[in-house]
């Protein structure tokens, strides 16, 4: 059987086609992708229109022709096999010597044909399902044993999870050597995570997936894989925490360099803030944008605080401008929006009516993260109907060899089980205490679907996943890798340290960095240390710094001693301090959580201070 990845084109009547015959002939096996790969070439991205892999033919380029116009075909033909052929030889596991050990074929498939013009057989031209199987069948592959290497190339798009800079290891057990030997195994994406880079929807799509799943490496590369494919596109990639504009920049960048061996064009790709504020460059926003195109008053943070309230002052400021726009002018083609999850519904509506049609919106959210206390609704609530009462956004089910509009990333690649279940337990306040005589819930919050549960990568180790039911859930190796937690043991993994006071708090956590950089071969921007009270931050971080300078150690607070869009310090030598929000969207392999009592209890918000420590706990890389 044929898994079909449908990534964009510019072919789409003639990729349709391609798709149908191979749906229609299901005893061919392997993947067919459409829009991919994208081969770097010295006049720029060179996009291949359609490419099989397969275990009896080897490797399959389609040069796809949309209308009736052959002319050049040939030529067409010969670039696309010299630059795949080209890029296969740079592995050396799919060589013999000198020798590319898998045959890489050609076909021009026209399927506006009637029938098939003269041409040389060197240059198979096909015009419909007989003639396209019938030369398929001609193709022969006789070492078949480089099958699954031949996919793991072609599907690990990106090795962007790689660490920034080269680890010196003198000790092979210490932390540091554990920690380079986790970046090569997890530096691939996966091929759920590949997929999901290369889906393309004709409008909405929707990513959800848990801390460190890779939602904000699949969003940053989406962007350039659409910007590589369509590049006179307009692309908007928008976050709630600021110091992850950095961090997509870099794996834009890095990504497009790797695929297309150019540099992006910075001028039709715009990695902007949600809110934004007057004075143009850096301190754009999308919000801000819509304002000054619509016309329509801007309100700052503390104005909108004023005029709707505290609890989500951002939604009542999109919601104004939406009402008070007459006529809204799109201004982008693709917009993809990471932390959707602390947006409200009324700024994913400002956001697909600043698109131009078929209003093209990637949106991606992790429902345990939300800092806001509310969850997003379903698509249709959060669009809105059209005039006829219609909802604007459904999503379908899945179709076979259709992207898939609703993606779950259930495969956590950031985080251990021991850390994650942790972090769910006390998220959700599984083990809770409280008085017999108490009307509260023992839990804080809970899913209102339960298959959210699997949908997420938990399993039902016993009793039943019912209303009311007693069930116990554990993390699979599928959807949780054991070599996240085989490399140490438990007590290891996760530490729980408790203190009489804080000042014995600030001491051990900066004797604890001060062994984790001299002894455990660790640099200091595998370190950051989180107070998750955002208003507490540089009162409750300065001592423990003072500690670290008075040893030498340099460190800084992140937003404050930085620009606002830095989290890491440029040169890595600086260990990072952060309240919660600027930690979203991070990861370090070292983290501390400081004053984690004051996540215990509180009478109004519990299950946003329960979060905040969900989201800190889930900063751990490995």
Known sequence: MITVVT?????????????????????????????????????????????????????????????????????????????????????????????????????????????????????????????????????????????????????????????????????????????????????????????????????????????????????????AYLHAQHPEWKIAVTFNTRSLKGQFRRFINTFYMEQTSDEPDWDNIHIIHAWGAPGGGERNGLY????????????????????????????????????????????????????????????????????????????????????????????????????DGTPKVKFKPYEEGKPREDIILEKCYRNSRPALVTAHALGFGIYREIPSDSKESALVQMFDQKELWEDIGYEVASGELEDGKHVVLQRTSKSSPEFLEAHSAIDDLIVFQSFENEAEQNRWVAKEIEVNLQRDELRPDDIIVINPNPLTIKKKVAPIRGLLYQKGIASHTAGVDTQPDIFFAENNDSVSFTGIYRAKGNEAAMVYIINAQDCFYSYFDLAKIRNQLFTAITRSKA
């Open 288 to 387: 801000y944008t819509f304002c000054s195109t619509n016309n329509v008053e801007y309100v700052d943070f503390m104005a909108a605080q004023r005029k709707y309230g505290t609890v989500d002052p951002f939604g009542g400021a999109c919601s104004k401008a939406l009402e008070s726009a007459e006529e809204i002018k799109p201004l982008y083609d693709v917009i993809l929006v990471d932390e959707a999850q602390d947006f409200s519904p009324s700024f994913l509506r400002l956001c697909y009516e600043m698109l131009r049609e078929p209003r093209r919106l990637v949106y991606a959210y992790d429902e345990l993260q939300n800092l806001r206390m509310q969850s997003l609704p379903a698509p249709e609530k959060i669009f809105g109907n059209r005039a």
């Open 7 to 223: 990534g964009t084109t510019n072919k789409p009547m003639a990729s349709e086609s391609l798709k149908t015959v191979f749906q229609n002939h299901t005893e061919l096996e392997g993947y067919l992708y459409i829009g991919y790969p994208i081969i770097g070439t010295v006049d720029g991205a060179y996009p291949i229109d359609g490419l099989w892999i397969s275990p009896q033919k080897g490797l399959v380029v389609f040069n796809l022709i949309e209308g009736k116009d052959t002319i050049g075909y040939e030529n067409d033909q010969d670039d696309c096999v010299n630059k795949i052929k080209a890029k296969l030889m740079s592995y050396r596991q799919l060589m013999k010597k000198r020798d590319l050990c898998v045959p890489v074929n050609v076909i021009t498939y026209a399927p506006a044909l009637a029938r098939i013009p003269e041409t040389e057989e060197y240059y198979p031209l096909c015009t419909n399902d007989d003639t396209l199987i019938k030369q398929i069948q001609e193709f022969s592959w006789n070492d078949s044993g480089y099958y699954e290497t031949l996919i793991s190339v072609l599907q690990a798009i990106s090795t962007i999870r790689k660490g920034r800079k080269k680890r010196e290891i003198t000790n092979p057990q210490s932390k540091g050597a554990k920690l380079r030997k986790l970046e090569d195994s997890i530096a691939n994406l996966d091929n759920q995570q590949s997929k999901a880079v290369i889906e393309t929807v004709e409008g909405v799509q929707r990513i959800r997936g848990l801390a460190g799943s890779g939602k904000t490496i699949v969003l940053a590369l989406k962007a």
